[in-house]
């Protein structure tokens, strides 16, 4: 069965702070991991990966994925009450006639001012 | 960029009744719709996928016949959830994919919070 696993599942931190999020994976046919923010509502795109090593950055946001290894960081850093969201991790699999999105549980984060 | 609007985008109604979730694409054809549920502090579970112009492909464990997908063109899909119980409570969330111009990407709807009493 494949399956897309996240820790910590919730974390709490002062702003300035720096945090690593973590999702493991084990699926057939991999094709691609995405992390996604989501607040109140829909989740927004952070990035996709899908060479081993190549760190993907946007501001203070960046993530790499370790094919071998199976899994990927998300780091933040210098952390904002405006980051405090749920953090998740997709794998996209070939799926027959469509690639689809296996979703992790998520990791709840809290900066505290 | 890419919008997909979701409506309702809240919905209570009474256990026994039908209710429809309509999922557009306001900027793009959508050739593959997706649709999602979540439970509360869960992850989004994968229910269905749709394609154009076919019929949906369900996860197993979802019932195709309670949760009834039409995506009758490349703007529109609806999730119609039958005979409605206080199970089916949830956040159902919609995404869209136009495999044309992005291979990867699915652009995620706001979501309907569904409350069967």
């Known amino acids: 069965e494949d399956k897309v696993v996240q820790s910590p599942l919730s974390l709490v931190v002062h702003e300035g702070d720096t945090v690593t999020l973590n999702c493991s994976y084990e699926?057939?046919?991999?094709?691609?991991l995405l992390w996604y923010k989501q607040e109140k509502k829909a989740p927004t795109f952070l990035f996709m990966l899908t060479s081993s090593g190549i760190e993907k950055k946007s501001g203070r946001l960046s993530s790499i994925l370790d094919k071998k290894e199976l899994f990927s960081i998300l780091n933040i850093t210098a952390t904002q009450t405006g980051d405090s969201a749920v953090y998740l991790c997709a794998v996209e699999i070939y799926g027959g006639a469509t690639n689809k999105l296996i979703f992790g549980t998520g990791t709840l984060l809290a900066v505290q001012p | 960029g890419a919008v997909v609007s979701q409506h309702p985008s809240r919905v209570i109604c009474k256990s026994g009744t039908s209710v429809k979730i309509e999922c557009r694409s306001l900027d793009f054809q959508a050739t593959t719709m997706f649709w999602y549920r979540q439970f509360p502090k869960k992850s989004l579970m994968l229910m269905a996928t749709s394609n154009e112009g076919s019929k949906a492909t369900y996860e197993q464990g979802v019932e195709k016949d309670k949760f009834l997908i039409n995506h009758a063109s490349l703007t529109l899909s609806t999730l119609t959830v039958t005979s409605a119980h206080p199970e089916d409570s949830s956040f159902y969330i919609c995404s869209a994919r136009d495999w044309r111009t992005s291979h990867y990407e699915q652009y995620f709807g706001p979501g309907t919070r569904l409350t069967v009493t």
């Open positions: 699926v057939t046919n991999f094709r691609s």
